[in-house]
């Protein structure tokens, strides 16, 4: 099979905004979670988040278009426009024949919809002249990725996956899948979310699956695998990447990060929300990318989890790792990223792997920040503060999701 390599990352996180800002924070352990500011969350219970202050949206669409698309959309083009200029690639230069040997497939939770409760409470307080003539089409999850191919010109496939929590790992898998099968030589893939609304905040904390605890102190909610964490932490962001045949990024001598070496994916097909506590299918997810990457537990050098910061994810996904590496599974380095951005959602498992190829590339795993009180329960090495030097050569990038879904990645450097 065709081998594939990430050969450009953008990034705009809660904890930095460009790549090489989020690199420092992440390896410094630097939180992004924040008060919100977006509206007053005052009359809800949970008044923090994962939100990117200081973004410029207006940047990346135009003043004029804005109300037209949700605020995913200018997330998503800034990483992608920083992701191709990354993979040293120039879409004004390119010939439509170059343009339609460029695909897109993005990963997206809930995409669109805060600009579609936007639209709802526009029609419902007598101000449907403010809403938006495109509330269908931008309220449609599908043309998300069309608003990046139509940005670049990119004429290749143009697809959204969104399977909750685990969107963005899914999308990169197709998009591996499509270079191996000749497809298109090179894709555009990753993650987007923006999830952060009075409606669906509100939402979540009538799941009680918010941390209420943490809203003096927002930088410290966070906290997978501490026996005293009480919740997740809603995020924001948007992590891209340029894949591309490994041959064909040879040949134009492009720098490459690592090489995307497997993917697996399961559904255990339990509830909508709830995992079992057998840890079966989380860990076959695992086993499958270990076998589509030609790879075996001895060589996983470190594990990105997933790491929600509830209790039963958190132990869930402990006891996935355990059978999926067996013996090994804890002495290898761990650690979760959400503990200092939030959960994204469906842009979680793009995160983890932005997290991942910055770990290869510096020799350094970035910590699990707030691991305060470890769980008894969860006895992986979850690399607390400050991190850890460490060469990785194989890595998983592991993500679980509402709907029972499990997917994973290994990446494998160069």
């Not at 007598?126 to 003539?133: E, L």
Request: a neutral charge.
């Amino acid at each position: 099979m065709k081998r594939v390599a990430i050969t450009g990352m953008g990034v705009v996180s809660p904890n930095g905004i460009g790549k090489d800002a989020f690199c420092r924070a992440i390896l410094a352990g630097t939180s992004g979670v924040k008060r919100i500011t977006r509206f007053d969350p005052s009359f809800l219970p949970v008044h923090i988040g994962g939100e990117i202050q200081g973004f410029d949206e207006l940047a990346w669409v135009d003043a004029r278009e804005r109300k037209h698309v949700s605020r995913s959309v200018p997330l998503a083009v800034a990483a992608s426009a920083e992701a191709i200029a990354d993979a040293g690639l120039d879409p004004r230069a390119m010939s439509r024949d170059e343009k339609r040997q460029i695909g897109v497939i993005l990963g997206t939770g809930g995409g669109a919809q805060e600009f579609t409760e936007e639209q709802y409470r526009l029609w419902h307080t007598g101000h449907v002249k403010q809403a938006s003539v495109f509330c269908i089409p931008s309220g449609t999850m599908g043309t998300l990725s069309s608003e990046i191919s139509m940005r670049f010109g990119f004429r290749g496939p143009s697809h959204v996956v969104t399977t909750n929590c685990t969107s963005s790992t899914d999308a990169l898998g197709y998009a591996l899948d499509q270079i191996r099968i000749g497809t298109a030589p090179m894709f555009l893939a990753g993650g987007v979310d923006a999830p952060l609304s009075p409606a669906t905040v509100k939402a979540y904390t009538l799941l009680r699956a918010l941390t209420p605890m943490w809203n003096e102190y927002p930088e410290r909610a966070s906290r997978p695998f501490s026996a005293d964490r009480s919740g997740f932490v809603l995020a924001e962001g948007s992590w891209m990447f340029v894949l591309e045949d490994f041959d064909h990024a040879r040949a134009r001598g492009a720098h490459i990060y690592a090489e995307l070496a497997g993917y697996g994916s399961t559904c255990e097909a339990l509830h909508r929300v709830r995992l079992g506590e057998d840890g079966e299918e989380p860990a076959r997810a695992i086993t499958l990318a270990l076998e589509d990457a030609g790879a075996v537990p001895q060589q996983i050098d470190y594990v990105n989890l997933h790491g929600t910061s509830t209790e039963l994810n958190d132990r869930v996904e402990t006891r996935a790792v355990k059978l999926a590496l067996g013996n090994r599974a804890t002495k290898i380095p761990t650690s979760a990223l959400k503990s200092q951005i939030g959960h994204p959602q469906g842009a979680s498992g793009a995160a983890g792997v932005a997290a991942t190829l910055v770990a290869m590339k510096h020799e350094l795993i970035p910590p699990t920040i707030n691991l305060d009180q470890p769980d008894p329960q969860c006895d992986l090495d979850y690399v607390p503060e400050p991190g850890r030097r460490a060469v990785l050569e194989h890595a998983v990038c592991n993500c679980v999701g509402f709907g029972s879904k499990n997917s994973a990645l290994v990446l494998r450097s160069v």
